[in-house]
């Protein structure tokens, strides 16, 4: 069976981005960019589920500029088989990169598809439960553990109020939480044969798929800062302060 | 214009959230009616029926509807969307499971987590770990939204809104719940409370962590919540990580103990109304944000609270 994952090209998570003066965006202009880290641990669980004899290829695929080839040669070093790049310069939403997905598994015929629950840069948690609304399969979202069976594959899911396990009959589409498991670190050999896995580029075009923009941003703004940063001497002066001054305890 | 709620419950009761829901949709459009899908929910029904704002309540009970799960009740929402103008779920584990597949079913591009509404195709949402607001307009005929419930006033009783019953969908039996881990607590709900203590790396074990913070939490009434570095430690169950990438919260009161402050921390609770800070680094980031920062050891300054406060 083939596991088919999906791998966004995002802002690293330890940068603090900043709006353009003018309002009309983010300023992504030399900004240190990685892997969205829930699909590290998407490639993780896929290649674990290869390395366990269950899957026979793991296939990584991105949407978006030429430069997201960065992000997929990650994901082979980290043991992918094979990377397809759906290329577009035009900002995709997720619902255009669900229905690229799905005719990239059209093509493919995953068993699995494993996605991040979310991206973070735009924050949507969207594209895993569309796609699986597309191909019209069962969905498990915000996994901590996924483990497959004949035909089926059980999901925990992080809830409301703590776990829940779900049995979805294959084909299905997963989606990780951060507690599915801990991503490798590629290795400087694993990095050099990356390089030499094949590397496949497509287009929404020749996938036959309308990518049009639906929603339209604008008025990028940064919200109101707190006036925090004081001090206090010690838990008298902390509990006189909420008492009296925020008024927040009795 | 109508604009249709769907609302998670336990078949008794409302689950926080639906409320928020309510006055959002108000905001969006003219009448809101609310869904309430699952099996013997008529007292779920009875209580969306109470709600202030509300004019309509749509039960639709069926045994597939009993787990919450979205392939289901996605199918079942796609049947109805053609007659609203929006709808929308609070954005909790439920809603966001659902409204994006059901965005997917009917070709809507879904806008996640609104914290305004400026108009009926205009709202706002926080990108970027909450440190960038963005204005969304959507050209989509009808419009798939999830609400983060800390941003709107939760609707009030005293409506006394008509219920009718909706045919159920089939069930497409490809998924169904076979484990349930759930732990009841006698605590506030997290994202409802009033009072949140939180507690971090800084604690160094579970044991620690609720040996020192309970005694707190008690006194203030709070719910206990924790920095994913804690989860992922095991000092607390996964459903108390605030944060990004866990619950919002918006308290009157967060205690922060011994946690550091990333921007993934903050972006779940730096709308509280007032922050306090305990931690032993005077540069920890999290004392940026803080109203009030105690800069010390967690393990004397926790008790010597809970002291102060006559607990
Ligand atoms: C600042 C900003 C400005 C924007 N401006 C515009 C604009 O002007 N016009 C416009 O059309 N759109 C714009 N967008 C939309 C943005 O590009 C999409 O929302 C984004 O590509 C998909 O949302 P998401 O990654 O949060 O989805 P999520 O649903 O959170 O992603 C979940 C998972 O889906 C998969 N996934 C998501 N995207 C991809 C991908 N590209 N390739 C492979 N897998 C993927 C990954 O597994 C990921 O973990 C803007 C977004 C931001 C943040
Ligand atoms: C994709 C992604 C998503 C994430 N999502 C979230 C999220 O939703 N929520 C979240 O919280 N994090 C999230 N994180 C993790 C985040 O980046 C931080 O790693 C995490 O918040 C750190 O937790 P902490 O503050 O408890 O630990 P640390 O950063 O290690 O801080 C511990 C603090 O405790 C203090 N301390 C130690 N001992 C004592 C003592 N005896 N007395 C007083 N103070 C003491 C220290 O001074 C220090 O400041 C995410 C990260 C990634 C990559």
Do not use: W
């Amino acid at each position: 069976m083939k596991v088919l994952v999906p791998v966004k090209r995002v802002i690293d998570y330890n940068v603090k981005v900043r709006v353009k003066s003018d309002g009309s965006g983010v300023d992504l202009a030399n900004v240190k960019m990685a892997v969205n880290p829930f699909d590290e641990i998407a490639v993780e669980e896929a290649v674990r589920i290869k390395e366990a004899g269950i899957a026979t290829e793991v296939i990584a695929v991105s949407c978006g500029a030429a430069v997201c080839q960065e992000s997929l040669r990650t994901a082979l070093a980290l043991g992918a088989d094979r990377a397809i790049l759906v290329e577009s310069d035009i900002e995709l939403q997720p619902l255009a990169v669900a229905k690229l997905l799905k005719a990239v598994c059209d093509k493919e015929q995953p068993t699995l598809v494993i996605c991040g629950k979310q991206a973070i840069d735009d924050d949507a948690n969207q594209t895993g439960q569309m796609l699986a609304a597309l191909m019209n399969r069962p969905q498990g979202t915000f996994a901590s553990k996924v483990v497959l069976g004949d035909g089926k594959v059980q999901v925990t899911r992080e809830v409301d109020g703590g776990l829940e396990t779900v049995e979805l009959t294959l084909p299905a589409v997963v989606t990780t939480d951060l507690r599915l498991n801990e991503p490798r670190y590629a290795t400087l050999p694993n990095i050099m044969k990356a390089k030499k896995k094949p590397l496949e580029t497509t287009s929404p075009a020749a996938l036959g798929v309308d990518v049009a923009p639906r929603l339209s941003h604008s008025r990028f703004a940064e919200p109101p800062k707190r006036s925090g940063g004081k001090k206090v001497a010690d838990v008298a002066e902390l509990v006189a302060k909420l008492r009296n001054e925020a008024k927040v305890i009795a | 214009m109508t604009v249709l709620v769907i609302a998670e419950h336990d078949n008794n009761e409302l689950k926080p959230g639906v409320a928020q829901a309510v006055t959002a949709a108000g905001l969006a459009g003219g009448e809101t009616h609310v869904l309430v899908a699952g099996a013997n929910c008529s007292a779920a029904a009875a209580a969306a029926a109470r709600l202030q704002g509300v004019a309509r309540v749509l039960l639709c009970e069926a045994t597939h509807y009993a787990d919450g799960g979205a392939e289901n009740l996605a199918a079942l929402l796609a049947t109805l969307a053609p007659g609203y103008s929006h709808l929308l779920a609070a954005a909790t584990p439920f809603g966001k499971n659902l409204m994006p597949r059901l965005g997917a079913l009917i070709d809507v591009a879904p806008i996640s987590e609104i914290v305004a509404v400026e108009g009926p195709s205009s709202f706002v949402r926080p990108i970027y770990a909450g440190n960038v607001l963005v204005k969304v307009d959507s050209t989509d005929a009808i419009k798939v939204l999830t609400v983060r419930a800390t941003a709107f006033a939760a609707a009030g009783d005293g409506g006394a809104a008509g219920i009718e019953a909706v045919p159920a969908g089939p069930d497409l039996a490809v998924s169904r719940v076979i484990g349930r881990e759930i732990v009841k607590s006698e605590r506030p709900e997290l994202t409802a409370a009033r009072v949140v203590v939180s507690g971090g790396r800084g604690m160094g074990s579970g044991e620690n962590y609720h040996k020192v913070l309970e005694p707190l939490a008690d006194r203030l009434g709070a719910a206990l919540g924790a920095s994913r570095a804690a989860v992922d430690a095991g000092f607390a169950p996964n459903d108390y990580q605030v944060g990004q990438t866990g619950k919002i919260v918006a308290p009157e009161l967060y205690v922060a103990v011994g946690i550091s402050g990333a921007i993934q921390h903050l972006a779940g609770m730096k709308d509280s109304k007032v922050i306090v800070a305990i931690n032993k680094d005077p540069d920890a980031p999290i004392h940026q944000v803080a109203d009030y920062g105690l800069v010390g050891d967690l393990f004397e300054a926790v008790p010597a609270l809970v002291k102060e406060l006559g607990g």
